[in-house]
């Protein structure tokens, strides 16, 4: 596990691709990275005309899967460096969809013991290298707590999800995160009616993420 603190998400992605560069020369397994970013929209390959209509801040547009979302202080990214060489038995483009569900699972189970009841929502697409849909990412009923999208390198997994941990009525405005609305968004600390103990959801995290 590697945890970068708040740092810029140029930065972050610049040492995302050095790590898949590491993982693939030295075929380990991966690396676990934990983050956050000041306030930035990337915009992922499905990005539609709309998604982004009054965003005051930061754009950027990046190779992962999905569509414009939001990047913020009040969230944890977390950027799973996962060699897929070695966590795949065969037919890869198949495993890219499990690994998503996977990666979904750990955040739902997470947030189990929060007291959060969520569910993944991905779907898999055999057709398709980033096996994604607009649903991806992890929900409680209605509402979007947590965000995914990957890219793929050299069969090494970069870019991640953001979990909305804190509340902050500034983020999402302005933008379609992931092409809803901005009120379906929500927080950790909405749900819970508190402020999240962030080293402990992390520690619960990583310990859920062994697992990928």
């Known amino acids: 596990m590697q ?5 810029d998400y ?15 020369s030295q075929n380990l397994a991966g690396i676990i990275v934990f983050c956050t970013h000041p306030p930035i929209v990337t915009l992922g390959r ?19 899967g999905g569509r414009a979302t939001y990047h913020g202080p009040s969230q944890l990214l977390i950027y799973p460096i996962i060699n897929l060489d070695l966590v795949r038995p065969h037919r890869p483009l198949h495993d890219i969809g499990k ?18 009841a969520a569910q993944g929502k991905s779907l898999q697409k055999k057709s398709e290298v980033d096996a994604t ?47 809803f609305s901005a009120q379906t968004m929500i927080s950790l600390e909405e ?20 697992h990928l």
Request: hydrophobic share 40%.
């Open 133 to 179: 849909s607009e649903e991806t990412g992890v929900w409680v009923e209605n509402r979007k707590v947590g965000s995914l999208g990957i890219g793929i390198k050299k069969w090494v997994t970069y870019h991640g999800a953001a979990i909305n941990l804190d509340n902050d009525p500034q983020a999402f405005q302005g933008m379609n995160p992931c092409g």
């Open 99 to 116: 690994f998503l569900r996977n990666f979904e699972q750990a955040i739902v189970n997470t947030l189990s013991k929060f007291g959060v």
């Open 10 to 24: 140029e930065k972050a992605l610049e040492q995302q691709l050095l790590l898949v560069d590491q993982v693939h």
């Open 3 to 7: 945890d970068w603190g708040p740092i």
């Open 191 to 210: 749900l819970i009616g508190k402020k999240i103990d962030r080293e402990k959801f992390q520690r619960l995290l990583f310990e859920q993420l062994l």
């Open 46 to 64: 499905k990005t539609q005309a709309g998604d982004v209509f009054a965003w005051p801040g930061e754009i950027k547009e990046i190779s992962r």
